[in-house]
């Protein structure tokens, strides 16, 4: 997938140059000049998930858990991404929830797996697919719930710019998608947190 050889920081200054050129200004003046090597910095945080493992960010677990076989559920976790397809911001909140079986994980570990699959180049409907498939694997759960509302900055300041509009994505594997109660308990929880923000 990635391409043999990574081109270098130069590289990407001087892409950022002949863009900053082509849209009709001089990347010479004052208040350009340094712009090329600050957004070579901010492209890296924005793309930071391709040097992590999300799978290892949860490989740690814990199992002193007292028999507790209850909905985990963590709200409201604020993530930045990018769309694939124009490379604008993509800005929402996600809900990831489980229902362990024997061992639960660190819950930072859950916005740290949102965050890796966030700061990557993305649609939606896959990092929602990501999420719940990587803690379902790693964790094995009873059953693991993601759903996720974003704005899509390629839709709301660009194109048919439409602001005020979200996406909403979600995907239930196990007991969530099995059992319709389950499902409805962790909704509801999402939506009643959703009117809070
Ligand atoms: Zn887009």
């Given at each position: 997938?990635?391409?043999?050889?990574?081109?270098?920081?130069?590289?990407?200054?001087?892409?950022?140059?002949?863009?900053?050129?082509?849209?009709?200004?001089?990347?010479?003046?004052?208040?350009?000049?340094?712009?090329?090597?600050?957004?070579?910095?901010?492209?890296?945080?924005?793309?930071?998930?391709?040097?992590?493992?999300?799978?290892?960010?949860?490989?740690?677990?814990?199992?002193?858990?007292?028999?507790?076989?209850?909905?985990?559920?963590?709200?409201?976790?604020?993530?930045?991404s990018?769309?694939?397809?124009?490379?604008a911001?993509?800005?929402?909140?996600?809900?990831?929830?489980?229902?362990?079986?024997?061992?639960?994980?660190?819950?930072?570990?859950?916005?740290?797996?949102?965050?890796?699959?966030?700061?990557?180049?993305?649609?939606?409907?896959?990092?929602?697919?990501?999420?719940?498939?990587?803690?379902?694997?790693?964790?094995?759960?009873?059953?693991?719930?993601?759903?996720?509302?974003?704005?899509?900055?390629?839709?709301?300041?660009r194109?048919?710019?439409?602001?005020?509009?979200?996406?909403?994505?979600?995907?239930?594997?196990?007991?969530?998608?099995?059992?319709?109660?389950?499902?409805?308990?962790?909704?509801?929880?999402?939506?009643?947190?959703?009117?809070?923000?």
């Open positions: 997938m990635k391409s043999e050889k990574k081109p270098t920081r130069a590289d990407v200054e001087a892409a950022f140059k002949t863009i900053i050129r082509w849209s009709g200004d001089d990347p010479t003046r004052d208040g350009l000049k340094e712009t090329p090597a600050r957004l070579a910095r901010a492209y890296e945080e924005y793309f930071r998930g391709y040097d992590e493992d999300p799978e290892a960010i949860l490989k740690k677990t814990f199992e002193e858990i007292e028999g507790y076989d209850e909905m985990i559920v963590l709200r409201g976790i604020r993530f930045e990018h769309c694939e397809h124009h490379m911001p993509i800005i929402g909140h996600a809900w990831v929830a489980y229902i362990p079986r024997g061992r639960v994980v660190g819950i930072s570990k859950l916005a740290r797996v949102v965050n890796a699959y966030a700061k990557r180049l993305q649609i939606q409907e896959k990092m929602t697919a990501q999420i719940a498939n990587t803690i379902q694997q790693v964790l094995e759960p009873e059953g693991v719930a993601v759903v996720l509302k974003a704005e899509h900055q390629c839709m709301t300041t194109g048919v710019h439409k602001p005020g509009t979200d996406l909403v994505t979600s995907r239930m594997l196990g007991v969530f998608r099995d059992n319709p109660i389950t499902r409805q308990e962790f909704l509801a929880i999402v939506t009643e947190d959703q009117k809070s923000r």
